[in-house]
């Protein structure tokens, strides 16, 4: 591989891995960066003349990893609790399909437990940049949800995953498929601005590309640590979704990337031991010692943690299971996760909180 393919190579893959971190701060444009640079990774890679070996794999695992701090991010930064509880069952119910298909490889799977969460996700920040969601009903959220999951990602599923028909080719090489499409889109837009336009509602605020300030009570590190000390217990529905999601994620890249060589229970009941024992760890210090401020410095505090509880892990999935390069990508990940998790989750039981006290915003007057 030359220099200039190297330098591209690089690039490409840190901005797979930065661009997700800037969700939690700017949802709707940094999601749509991902699915980006998710799309044209490939492309771009041609455009230098090579193909990065096994890259395919990584670009798996990549997605799964931007959509994992999606759903976090939806934990912290959505008002309306019925969209949060529609946003955990639509990706946990992806992580399951993805897992089944890793486990069995039948591609009807992905058919079967579609990506409805991306899009939803995307269709809640798009509402968001103009309308307060609290304003429209669990109701209007779920019909949203099914809408995408019927009309969007059925077939695209099926286009992507059963079919296996490039979008490229098809746009060349079948004479009816580009004016179909072009057809569709203008059709779409006029149905958006002569139908759905006049019957919108009054904007409640100006464009709102930022995610929402978080609630004056637990703003910061500190305060967030009281919450947890005071509503969590290590044995708590708190420590289950943990343990789901990070071993539904580290059994799906123990599927995806090489290196790991342990049985997809012993994985899972691994994990889920190491999530138990981090999650300990974080009440202890919540209760006696208190958090860094910064994500950052907090990340950095648990990742330094847990290179020392590794090795417990090592030795419950087997003592040669992980690689060095595998074993400090889980650390990592899992670090991040842990961290996105018990800063994001607080703040999410506080706007459920909220939302319970004030279930609907007063109407917006159009000026």
Known sequence: MTTEATVVFVTVVA????????????????????????????????????????????????????????????????????????????????????????????????????????????????????????????????????AIWIFVKLPQEYWIHIAQLDFTDTWKEVSWFAPLIITAVLVGLAILWFVVRPRLLAPDWAWRVAADPLPEEIDTAAERDAWVAANVTVWSWWTLEKVVLIGLLSTIYARILPGLETSDLRMFVGIGSYVVVNSAISLLVARRVGSREGLAAAFFARSLTNIGLVLVARLILGGNALDLGATVFFVLLLSLLFTMHDRFAPVGAVRAEHHRADPKPAPAVRA
């Not at 800037?22 to 749509?32: C, D, N, R």
């Not at 529609?86 to 058919?111: N, P």
Request: hydrophobic residues 50%; aromatic residues 20%; positive net charge.
């Open 15 to 146: 901005l797979r891995f930065l661009v997700p971190l800037l969700i939690p701060k700017f949802p709707l444009p940094a999601i749509l960066a991902c699915l980006v640079i998710d799309g044209i990774d490939q492309t771009i890679f041609q455009t230098f003349g090579f193909d990065p070996p096994g890259y395919q794999n990584y670009d798996k695992a990549m997605d799964v990893y931007y959509l994992a701090i999606a759903f976090l991010s939806s934990m912290q930064n959505w008002t309306h609790s019925g969209a949060v509880r529609i946003s955990r069952f639509l990706f946990f119910y992806r992580m399951i399909g993805v897992m089944a298909f890793e486990l069995t490889g039948t591609r009807a799977l992905l058919l079967i437990f579609p990506n409805t969460f991306e899009y939803f996700f995307i269709a809640y920040e798009v509402i968001r940049l103009r309308w307060d969601p609290r304003r429209f009903s669990t109701r209007f959220w779920i019909l949203t949800a099914a």
